[in-house]
């Protein structure tokens, strides 16, 4: 008996995936818990193991295949004792099954035209609409025909038109009720009653044109496609990624979706600057040497905020707000091909030599998408720190689950003022992201104040 093995779900926001390599072939034998594969997601590459015993009849996608839907179907396992030609035999005919199954289905008429009824399609409205009977016709063709020529246009009286065009109403916003979905004079004096959408002339052809086409029920219209605007000579198309496009889809998700408010506040780092330095001239030499980083500090500062400031160390869902117990800080590193956030799990009982460690190793396995799922899933929190570009100041999306995301920019020499007296200071730039839904502004303000006094006065945090 034959059995498909799955496209397997490595992590809980995969969808698709590349097959990067094959570790058997067809007619190896393989035991539950034997690799069988590379799986690249769009952060990592993982090992597949084999769930069951047998022998791989047949690899339905070939290695370095890109897209590969989860619980698609990648290869069969013939686990039967009696493998070899018995198994061979088997596929075979299942496959010959499925051709003819798929034939027969090809040739079978409507189910409509099989019982003697007319044949229906639908209006604007997706209800069924009943065709005269001198227009049935089995043949697909005047279907397909009907169906366009409804898309081509939209389909409207004239007077519906006329009045349309007088009040500016735009028709393509407007919802049907005549026979076959045809707009008519009630459907436009409903839409003007629910209030007009004002109708903006176009050049023809033009890309917001193309673009008022798409415009739904929502009256939201898609963002026009960029190579409208360019000659094709005057580009060069570099092709999306399976971490690009996740990027994209998950940040185009949080922008729209969670409800962000900004706070922002400066901060002395000079005492921390200058208890770096110290610690940094006693590593030793060798494999035992380090050398801690502004973001170490902020790392540890963070979580310690967070444990003082539970609130903002949480994540929303529909049912209940979830208040984490441990401050697992995501840090966002920038990679050749994409940005990924490794997770310091448990950052508030790190000291800041682990953390350095720790965030070295993360990232330098990220950049060869070697990372766990767990170790760049979830979190509790975020840091991305652009000062090392020179920004002195912006803002992040927050990457859900989490509640918020905290911006740093460049440390710089800036002058303040200090018991009436103006001086020079090194003066960093924290931004914090949040979701309203869980964080409110005074919550916000009072983690910043509270890693406000850890990073200037970085001794606070031995207490």
């Not at 067809?26 to 015993?53: C, P, Q, R, S």
């Not at 034939?103 to 409509?112: D, I, L």
């Not at 919550?443 to 006065?457: H, I, N, Q, Y």
């Amino acid at each position: 008996m034959s059995t498909n093995i799955l496209m397997p779900a490595l992590s809980p926001t995969m969808e698709e995936g590349k097959l990067a390599k094959w570790l058997v072939k067809e007619g190896d034998e393989v035991h539950a818990g034997d690799v069988i594969a590379e799986i690249e997601t769009d952060k990592a590459t993982m090992e597949f193991e084999a769930v069951d015993e047998g022998r791989i009849a047949k690899i339905l996608v070939p290695e370095g295949s890109e897209g590969v839907k989860v619980n698609q179907p990648i290869a069969l396992l013939d686990n039967e004792e009696e493998a070899g030609v018995k198994g061979t035999n088997s596929i075979s005919s299942a496959m010959a099954s499925i051709k003819v199954a798929v034939a027969t289905e090809a040739n079978k008429p409507p189910a409509s035209a099989k019982h003697g009824a007319v044949p229906r399609t639908l209006d604007h409205s997706g209800q069924p609409v009943q065709l005269a009977p001198s227009a049935a016709t089995p043949q697909k063709a005047t279907i397909v025909k009907e169906e366009a020529d409804t898309k081509a246009r939209i389909m409207a009286s004239p007077l519906a038109r006329r009045i349309a065009a007088q009040i500016g109403i735009d028709l393509s916003t407007v919802a049907g009720t005549g026979p076959r979905g045809r707009i008519v004079k009630s459907d436009v004096e409903a839409a003007r009653a629910a209030g007009p959408t004002p109708v903006t002339v176009q050049a023809a052809g033009s890309p917001t044109a193309a673009a008022a086409k798409s415009i739904g029920m929502s009256g939201v219209a898609p963002l026009p496609d960029a190579k409208l605007f360019f000659k094709a000579e005057d580009y060069e198309l570099v092709p999306h990624d399976a971490m690009r496009k996740s990027i994209a889809r998950r940040l185009s998700s949080a922008a729209s979706l969670i409800p962000h408010f900004y706070l922002t506040i400066d901060c002395d780092i000079g005492a921390l600057l200058k208890i770096r330095a110290n610690l940094n001239a006693q590593s030793p030499k060798g494999p035992s040497a380090y050398k801690l980083s502004v973001n170490d500090f902020i790392v540890k500062a963070s979580a310690l905020a967070l444990k003082r400031v539970p609130e903002v160390n949480a994540s929303w869902t529909e049912e209940a707000v979830l208040r984490h117990r441990h401050a697992n800080i995501g840090v966002a590193v920038a990679l050749d091909f994409g940005l990924i956030t490794p997770i310091v799990s448990n950052a508030e009982d790190l000291g800041l030599l682990t953390i350095s460690n720790s965030i070295k190793e993360l990232a330098e396995r990220a950049r060869t998408k070697q990372l766990k799922p767990q170790e760049f899933e979830g979190g509790t929190f975020a840091i991305s720190n652009l000062g090392m570009f020179g920004i002195k100041q912006f803002t992040a999306v927050i990457n859900p689950p989490h509640a918020a995301i905290l911006a740093v920019g460049a440390g710089e020499a800036r002058p303040i003022v200090r018991d009436g007296k103006i001086e020079t200071a090194t003066i960093m730039t924290l931004t914090l992201s949040c979701d309203h839904r869980v964080v409110d502004g005074a919550t916000g303000a009072r983690f910043l104040s509270v890693l406000k006094m850890f990073l200037e006065d970085p001794a606070a945090m031995l207490l």
